[in-house]
């Protein structure tokens, strides 16, 4: 079975790049300390629903599009 911290990171690394920001920028739009968003994207972390949202919010996306993102990789 797959990590689920791993996965999450795993799509928000991808959904970071493809918006071309730095972790750092991310975690300034987000409101989020940058080592923070590091140990998500690492799957160190597992984030709150709260942080989730800002983080949706600094990529310009919707919530559910980022968990539907994390099902299909879950699935595979």
Known sequence: MKNANSVFG?????????????????????GIHRTYVSQVE????SPTI?????LSKALD???S???????NEMRK
């Open 10 to 30: 795993q799509v928000l690394s991808e959904l970071r790049g493809a918006a071309a920001l730095s972790q750092e920028e991310l975690a300034h739009r987000s």
């Open 61 to 63: 996306t919707m919530p």
């Open 65 to 71: 599009e980022i968990m539907r993102l994390f099902e």
């Open 42 to 45: 690492r799957g160190l972390k």
């Open 50 to 54: 709260t942080v989730v949202l800002q």
